[in-house]
């Protein structure tokens, strides 16, 4: 697998619910192209500089996606694809 890094501001158009109810990025644009995912894995709360933020793993089905939250549902930013 191919990773790249991008460390860039994303903006999620659509959140999608697993059967627990925690939600989740469905859709996402980056750099003018829609990303529709089709399954959320893995997910961390991690603490850094005092600030709390969440790590969720995501796939389109050819690609998997690592985003980061501020733990608010505001702000959200795409970290890396591998491919």
Do not use: H
Request: hydrophobic fraction near 35%.
């Amino acid at each position: 697998m191919n990773r790249v890094k991008i460390n860039e501001q994303v903006t999620v158009t659509a959140m999608g619910f697993k059967k627990n109810l925690t939600p989740y990025p469905r859709r996402m644009e980056f750099r003018g192209i829609t990303y529709d995912f089709i399954d959320a894995g893995l997910r961390c709360i991690v603490r850094y500089s005092g600030k709390i933020a969440e790590i969720i793993t995501l796939s389109d089905g050819l690609s998997q996606y690592c985003l980061r939250t501020d733990n608010k549902g505001g702000n959200w930013t795409l970290l890396s694809i591998m491919s």
